[in-house]
Nanobody, 128 residues
Framework: QVQLVESGGGLVQAGGSLRLSCATTGRTVGYYAMGWFRQTPGKEREFVAGISWSGGSTYYADSLKERFTISKDSAKIAVTLQMNNLKPEDTALYYC?????????????????????WGQGTLVTVSS
């Protein structure tokens, strides 16, 4: 069983940056596309970014791609999200997600919610 553990959340002022990380534990044999979602109370979970198992393909929410960068260490099955120029509306619980893929499947993690594995989330709070 694969577990995803997020870290790096915290409190930051508007305009600042944070770097979120997601590491895997457990049985991690295989190829994993990974990505990030976020959710605020009272709102639906929102796709942020996805990346292929090799790190060669990425996919972003249109509204975030200018400020957020996803990257992946394929050797460690870990993913990071660099968030720059943060805004108060970026305040949310950020979740890591992952799908087990075949070697030839180079698609990034998709924006739907049907993923094999989810983390518990890390809270990002952006003050104005």
């Amino acid at each position: 069983q694969v577990q995803l553990v997020e870290s790096g959340g915290g409190l930051v002022q508007a305009g600042g940056s944070l770097r979120l990380s997601c590491a895997t534990t457990g049985r991690t044999v295989g190829y994993y596309a990974m990505g990030w979602f976020r959710q605020t109370p009272g709102k639906e979970r929102e796709f942020v970014a996805g990346i292929s198992w090799s790190g060669g393909s990425t996919y972003y929410a249109d509204s975030l791609k200018e400020r957020f960068t996803i990257s992946k260490d394929s050797a460690k099955i870990a993913v990071t999200l660099q968030m720059n120029n943060l805004k108060p509306e970026d305040t949310a619980l950020y979740y890591c997600a992952a799908d087990l893929r075949d070697l030839m499947d180079t698609r990034p993690l998709s924006s739907d919610f049907r993923h094999h594995y989810w983390g518990q989330g890390t809270l990002v709070t952006v003050s104005s």
